[in-house]
């Protein structure tokens, strides 16, 4: 029997995550597909296949991966005029892969995916950089800002910018975080998490529940999703329901520092959850 259809779009999306060669632009769409029911897949991985095609054309066959990234940025970020949203960096739709390239206005992470999905179509060496703060890319040994036009970014500004976000050691965190290219589901999931924590600043606690939900079903190892969800659920008086996930969460972090408010919370849904349907 087939399952509904997003049970089938979410389906599709953890395999793609759990995958090491999954296309992230896929999965991007994927998480776009529950807001936009009537989204077309294939339209939009189409548009990613014509530009690294017309960035190939630009390269002769066997061009160094140097000569490769700037055919590519010149694609995307020149002729497509894909660039970052400093007008309404916080819009929802800047996490939404489809309306980033209807719009071509996007965050970090999301333009990024633009510039991986292509270069992989060109069997080039990308990967994301999984920087706190500012999500980047690397192309063979070049690091580029995608949200800044895909302007080269040094190794001693990747230092600062790790300095500014109050690593230990930022020297070696920028090593680890070329060594150690995030995954396609570590991408996907930071994906989701923006795109939570803007429709948190919006206050629409139901779309965050649904954005949780996925995190919480990608991340079965990362308890603090289940945390989020259950703090969701208690405000949107889902009691029964956020008691299960607090008491999971409690079960698998017994050592949280925060671990007495989630108890706290726990006691009061409890002392409430008969009265509330």
């Not at 897949?41 to 990234?69: K, M, N, S, T």
């Not at 060496?125 to 890319?137: C, K, M, Q, R, T």
């Not at 139901?206 to 954005?211: I, S, T």
């Amino acid at each position: 029997m087939r399952g509904s259809p997003i049970e089938e779009i979410r389906a599709r999306l953890y395999e793609i995550a759990r995958a090491g060669d999954g296309d992230v632009a896929e999965g991007a769409l994927l998480i776009a597909a529950e807001e936009y029911p009537d989204l077309d897949l294939g339209r939009y991985l189409g548009f990613i296949d014509d530009a690294a095609e017309a960035a190939r054309a630009r390269v002769a066959d066997g061009a160094a991966p140097d000569e490769v990234r700037r055919a590519l940025a010149q694609e995307i970020f020149e002729r497509r005029r894909f660039a970052g949203d400093d007008g309404d960096y916080y819009d929802p739709r800047n996490s939404y892969l489809n309306d980033v390239i209807d719009r071509r206005r996007g965050i970090p992470i999301t333009l990024a995916i633009v510039y991986l999905a292509a270069g992989r179509r060109l069997d080039q060496p990308v990967a994301g950089v999984n920087a706190p703060g500012h999500f980047l890319v690397r192309h063979g040994e070049t690091i580029l800002d995608a949200f800044h036009g895909g302007r080269v970014v040094s190794r001693d500004d990747l230092v600062k910018q790790l300095g500014e976000m109050k690593a230990a050691d930022p020297a070696a965190v920028a090593d680890q975080l070329l060594a150690e290219p995030p995954t396609p589901g570590a991408i996907l999931t930071r994906v989701l998490a923006n795109l939570k924590a803007n429709y948190l600043r919006r206050r629409d606690l139901p779309r965050a529940l649904r954005v949780v939900d996925r995190l919480v079903q990608m991340n079965p190892d990362q308890p603090q999703w289940l945390r989020d969800r259950g703090a969701l659920y208690q405000r949107l008086d889902c009691p029964h329901a956020a008691i299960a996930d607090l008491e999971r969460y409690c079960e698998l972090v017994p050592d949280d520092p925060e671990g007495e408010v989630v108890r706290a919370a726990l006691v009061q849904l409890m002392r409430n959850a008969p009265t509330l349907q």
